[in-house]
């Protein structure tokens, strides 16, 4: 069974910094593709980062560009998101997910059940 | 960068058919995926790649892609299927994975 679980959420000052964490399970973590996706309270979603199975190729979303960087450690079977310079408008669920293949052509076929960040004073 | 539109809300009797648009500049050209989410959850992927299904999905949920618009349809609607629904696709110009900003559908 596949199963992602996100850690390292939590209360952060603006301007602070925040390293989430997703363990992975159940699959062969090292020939996928990683996602975050995030979630504001009461909005829809927006994609972060992606990371490729090697964790050669990174990809991030302008909004958050220079600012957060995904990475991965495939021995420990784990992706994690560091998060600099934090702003209220970072607030939000961050969700983990696998990329369903080896390429972008198939969207995102497991989810975690999501790490809150709050940013705020 | 690339935009995806979706209809904010779509209403449905039960049993009825519900379609939920998705329109993108030749959006054909793309990949498209949906998400259901229900309150208090993570999304799950209910369609891939324009048409196929995750194993799981019923067959009552289906996808088209042709031209600027790609559809969600799901048959024989069910009081279940009340959620959000979100289309993405990978911009492969900008390198950024598009999500639409999402469909209420609301079973009556």
């Known amino acids: 069974e596949v199963q992602l679980l996100e850690s390292g959420g939590g209360l952060v000052q603006p301007g602070g910094s925040l390293r989430l964490s997703c363990a992975a399970s159940?699959?062969?973590?090292?020939?996928?593709?990683m996602t975050w996706v995030r979630q504001a309270p009461g909005k829809g979603l927006e994609w972060v980062s992606s990371?490729?199975?090697?964790?050669?190729?990174?990809y991030h979303a302008d909004s958050v560009k220079g600012r957060f960087t995904i990475s991965r450690d495939n021995s420990k079977n784990t992706v994690f998101l560091a998060m600099d310079t934090l702003r209220a408008e970072d607030t939000a669920v961050y969700y983990c997910?696998?990329?369903?293949?080896?390429?972008?052509?198939?969207?995102?076929?497991?989810w975690g059940q999501g790490t809150l960040v709050t940013v705020s004073s | 960068s690339y935009v995806l539109t979706q209809p904010p809300s779509v209403s449905v009797a039960p049993g009825q058919t519900a379609r939920i648009t998705c329109g993108g500049n030749?959006?054909?050209?793309?990949?498209v995926h949906w998400y259901q989410q229900k309150p208090g959850q993570a999304p799950v992927l209910v369609v891939y790649?324009?048409?196929d299904r995750p194993s799981g999905i019923p067959e009552r949920f289906s996808g088209s892609n042709s031209g600027n618009t790609a559809t969600l349809t799901i048959s024989r609607v069910e009081a279940g299927d009340e959620a959000d629904y979100y289309c993405?696709?990978?911009?492969?110009?900008?390198?950024?994975?598009?999500f639409g900003g999402g469909t209420k559908l609301t079973v009556l």
């Open positions: 790649a324009d048409s």
């Open positions: 993405q696709v990978w911009d492969g110009t900008s390198d950024h994975w598009v």
């Open positions: 990371i490729s199975d090697s964790g050669d190729s990174t």
């Open positions: 159940g699959f062969s973590f090292s020939r996928y593709a």
């Open positions: 997910a696998k990329i369903k293949s080896g390429s972008f052509s198939f969207g995102f076929d497991y």
């Open positions: 030749n959006i054909r050209s793309k990949s």
